[in-house]
């Protein structure tokens, strides 16, 4: 066996070891960071993938709404910076938009222990993370389908938004309107990838380590008595 095909093996069997555990309900934040600090930095991406045991990934919806963009998957580091710069625990809900097959939910759980929810409005990709979540028996990960310029405002709960080039122009303005209905009940966090800055009164931006990571915190904002 040659040295590459070795270290294939090796990632193969990391990865499938810590699946098991998964099963088992025998992984922490602790024991994840642990697993993961054996991994080479470049391995990552594709110890995630092994470890999530997607094959590939469907093809994007030819009938995509205008506005919403393909899916392309984030970055392990790029993940993990974010988490970092936001300041993700397990205290949190943390909403990733635009999730999916559910690799940054994923990474985001199992590295702080908080709950996830994914938006995601291609229907294959969300019904393939949520089968992957169940499988796992991740019962704090849930993505749901839908437009997230829609539904956002409906899922309350959420701490920490995550979005990784979602969508633009109107769409990005009625996801943020919505978003703002949320932070009228609790202070929120969003956290941007390689986005333009989100210039909206509402959000202040927070000082950041990264050149490609933004994240905002929200103003305290009270419903208006009717």
């Not at 270290?7 to 309900?25: F, I, N, Y």
């Not at 024991?31 to 093809?59: H, M, N, Q, S, Y």
Request: net charge neutral; proline share 7%.
């Amino acid at each position: 066996m040659t040295r590459t095909s070795r270290a294939e093996a090796t990632l193969h069997s990391a990865a499938v070891r810590l699946r098991s555990d998964l099963r088992s309900d025998r992984v922490t934040p602790a024991t994840f960071g642990a697993a993961f600090a054996k991994v080479p930095p470049r391995d990552l991406d594709e110890w995630l993938d092994r470890l999530w045991d997607i094959d590939e990934i469907p093809p994007d919806d030819p009938d995509l709404p205008r506005g919403c963009v393909p899916y392309l998957p984030c970055p392990v580091a790029t993940v993990l910076d974010a988490v970092h710069q936001a300041d993700v625990t397990r205290d949190d809900v943390f909403v990733d938009v635009g999730s999916g097959i559910g690799r940054a939910a994923l990474l985001a759980h199992l590295k702080t222990g908080a709950g996830c929810i994914g938006l995601e409005i291609q229907p294959v990709l969300a019904r393939t993370a949520q089968g992957r979540a169940d499988w796992l028996k991740l019962g704090r990960l849930r993505f749901v389908q839908g437009d997230a310029a829609d539904m956002v405002r409906f899922i309350p709960i959420g701490t920490v938004y995550f979005l990784y080039c979602p969508f633009g122009g109107d769409r990005l303005q009625r996801f943020l309107d919505g978003l703002q209905d949320v932070a009228r009940t609790r202070q929120i966090r969003v956290c941007c990838v390689d986005m333009p800055p989100l210039e909206v009164s509402w959000l202040a931006k927070l000082p950041s380590a990264s050149l490609h990571i933004d994240v905002y915190q929200s103003s305290h904002m009270r419903q208006a008595s009717i």
